[in-house]
Structures are given as structure tokens and as C-alpha cells.
């Protein structure tokens, strides 16, 4: 069945943001893999770590970098969109400013879960975040625990899912259970560098989706609505 994604969600691809793309070329590199996969909107969402960096500071780098990228965009690459990837610390939901790390226009917030293990502390900071009224998407939660992103799914949060799961048995039980509860409302590359057999992958977990493209594809249009877009001019 052919796949009716056209979003990617979750992507490294802003030149100097973060470790996804290290010039301006890399990132024009970055877009014609995607748009030759039919790909028409991309979300950058370079990595935000709170303990390291200021959302004021951020901003700007990624103003900077985005700026950087419109001016080189060609006729036939995608739309990009400007989000962050937020790591989860503990009070973070605390932190001046944490509503303009939203994909901007829009009142969705991408958030990543450490890799360390999860305290009662870590899913109230989640809780508290989505008790703002922004629009929690979990990034990669095929990446953790299952019995953690069971916990971690009970509070008022939705996922997305990287290409990984789809390409063993184990990963696509798990990817079922929470596409068929509905949790699933976004899909993402997590694409660093060019790296066009990634980005393949990507293309091909899409099209394991079968039923649920439709309305994965639906929600990613929904949370996006508004969203400031950067096109080729
Ligand atoms: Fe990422």
C-alpha cells in the first residue's frame, strides 16, 4: 500500500543548530533527500538541553540557522517548519519561556525523555507540561522502556515513533499496541546528516503505517495547523 505521509515530524536539518547538520549545504542535501521521497513538510527540531542553553539563546541560534536555510532553499524543497526537541529535566516545566519552544505558530511541543531511568519526578514534570494546555507530542517512544512509555502514556500526552520499530517483530508489536490506541499522531525521520539510507528507512516505516497513515498524517496536519512555514521563494 502506498504510504500518505507527507510530513516528517521530528528532523535534525537547520545548518549549525545542532549536530544534524554542520553547513548549509548538508541541509540543501538533507532536503532534496527528503523531497525526492515525496516528503512535502519537514519540522526541524534541533535538540534543546535545558541545563546548557537558554530558550533565549536558542531561539536566536535557530532564528540565525533557519535564516541561513531560507535564503538557500530551491524550488521543489519542502516546507520547513521551526520546532525544538526539549529534553525532559526535572522542573523544566518551571523554566521561563518553555511555551516558545512550541513548532512556532502552533501550540505543539516535542518532547525527548532521557535515557536515564524515570523518577516519579520525571513523569510529573511531563504531567505538568501538558497540565499548560500545550499539545505534548513524546518523540522516538519506541527508543525506552515499554513498561516506562506504558506510565509515561496514561498522562495526557500523544507519540511519535521513529523508523526503528518497524524493522524488527518485537518493535512492531510495540508500535501496534499504540497506533491502534490512537496515541500515535506524528512520525519522524530523526534524520541527522544526509544520510539517504536513513531517510529511506523513514519512507519505508511510513509505509508499514497501512491503515493508521490516514489518520497519523491527519493529526500531524491538525497539531501543524497555523504553523510558520519557510518556503523556496
Ligand atoms: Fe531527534
Known amino acids: 500500500m502506498k504510504s500518505r505521509i507527507t510530513t516528517d515530524f521530528h528532523s535534525h536539518i537547520l545548518p549549525g543548530a545542532d549536530h544534524g547538520s ?5 541541509s540543501l542535501e538533507q532536503l532534496s ?3 525526492s521521497h515525496g516528503i512535502k ?3 526541524a527540531t534541533p535538540h534543546f538541553y535545558p541545563m546548557s542553553d537558554s530558550v533565549e539563546s536558542f531561539l536566536e541560534r535557530r532564528a540565525e540557522c533557519a535564516h541561513n536555510l531560507h535564503a538557500a532553499m530551491r524550488e521543489g524543497d519542502p516546507e520547513v517548519l521551526l520546532g525544538a ?3 525532559i529535566c526535572n522542573g ?3 523554566m521561563e519561556g518553555l511555551r516558545r519552544l512550541t513548532v512556532l505558530g ?3 511541543i516535542l518532547l525527548e525523555m532521557p535515557m536515564t531511568t524515570w523518577s516519579d519526578t520525571t513523569y510529573e ?3 505538568a507540561i501538558a497540565d499548560m494546555g500545550l499539545d505534548v507530542v513524546m518523540a522516538h517512544i519506541d527508543r525506552y522502556d515499554p513498561r516506562s512509555i506504558e506510565q509515561l502514556m496514561t498522562l495526557d500526552v500523544s507519540a511519535q515513533l521513529n523508523p526503528d520499530p518497524f524493522f524488527s517483530r518485537r518493535g512492531k508489536k510495540f508500535a501496534a499496541r499504540w497506533l491502534e490506541e490512537g496515541k500515535v499522531v506524528a512520525v519522524g525521520s530523526d534524520l541527522h546528516m544526509a544520510n539517504e539510507r536513513a531517510y529511506r528507512d523513514f519512507v519505508g516505516a511510513c509505509s508499514s503505517l497501512d491503515g493508521y497513515a490516514e489518520y497519523v498524517q491527519n493529526s500531524m496536519d491538525s497539531l501543524l ?3 510558520h512555514i519557510l518556503k523556496s521563494k
Open 225 to 227: 495547523d497555523g504553523a
Open 125 to 127: 514534570t511531563v504531567r
Open 85 to 87: 526537541e526539549v529534553l
Open 33 to 35: 533527500i527528503i523531497s
Open 92 to 94: 523544566i516545566e518551571r
Open 22 to 26: 554542520d553547513s548549509v549545504e548538508t
Open 41 to 43: 513538510r519537514v519540522v
Open 106 to 108: 502552533t501550540n505543539c
